[in-house]
């Protein structure tokens, strides 16, 4: 579904007060964003696996760049700036994959904070030929082994990317978790809202007080 027919979907659901649009599109969009971090951990918790058939490929026009920093002697790719993947509790967190701009015979395999230095460290390090390394952070990814091909093409990547973060007119692939898995989505959007209470009008107040 498209995201602002998913948004439409939502708002004509709820409950209208005294003819007026109780929520405001960007509330109904941060609890369907809400919602929907929320099945994607369920999936997650069902098989992880799963999650590659939600994500976005950013990348794949213009590869994305790799850096360096001289700082720490660290390879990265910043996300570009208009997506920021959402955080999964495993290694890959948000990004499910990474691959160069033409599938090749590059395999990319998460790593956490820890498995890095361990590995830079390690005297194993030298035996790790064929395969990056990437850690996912909050603002970018950093690379372990990256060879100076992938650095010279850039990357491409497969994220889960908040709600907030689609264009109007673009799909928005939605799981359908039922039965023992909870509630389905727009039940739990509706429930997040319906927390929100009404505001009060100033001319209702004062019929009530009158009476």
């Known amino acids: 579904m498209r995201k602002d027919e998913l948004r439409s979907l939502v708002a004509n659901l709820l409950p209208k007060y005294e003819e007026i649009e109780r929520f405001h599109s960007r509330v109904i969009d941060s609890a369907i964003e809400k919602g929907l971090n929320e099945f994607y951990n369920l999936v997650f918790l069902r098989n992880p696996h799963?999650?590659?058939r939600y994500?976005?490929?950013?990348?794949y026009t213009t590869a994305i760049a790799v850096a360096y920093e001289a700082t720490t002697h660290l390879y990265y790719s910043d996300y570009p700036a208009a997506y920021h993947p959402i955080p999964i509790p495993d290694k890959a967190s948000g990004v499910r994959r990474i691959s160069t701009p033409v599938q090749g015979g590059i395999l990319f395999h998460?790593?956490?904070s820890r498995e890095f230095d361990?590995?830079?460290?390690?005297a194993y390090v030298d035996y790790v030929t064929s395969t990056i390394g990437y850690i996912p952070r909050r603002t970018?990814?950093?690379f372990y082994?990256?060879?100076a091909s992938v650095i010279a093409s850039g990357i491409r990547m497969d994220c889960l990317i908040p709600f907030s973060e689609y264009a109007d007119t673009e799909i928005v692939l939605t799981p359908e978790l039922t039965g023992d898995e909870g509630t389905g989505l727009i039940?739990?959007?509706l429930s997040l809202l319906a927390q929100i209470k009404p505001t009060e009008l100033f001319e209702n107040k004062q019929l009530e007080e009158s009476k």
């Not at 994500?55 to 990348?59: D, S």
């Not at 361990?118 to 390690?122: E, H």
Request: charged content about 25%.
């Open 50 to 52: 799963e999650l590659q």
């Open 55 to 59: 994500t976005y490929g950013i990348g």
């Open 110 to 112: 998460p790593m956490d």
């Open 118 to 122: 361990l590995v830079t460290n390690g």
């Open 140 to 142: 970018r990814v950093e």
């Open 145 to 147: 082994n990256i060879p």
């Open 187 to 189: 039940e739990r959007i």
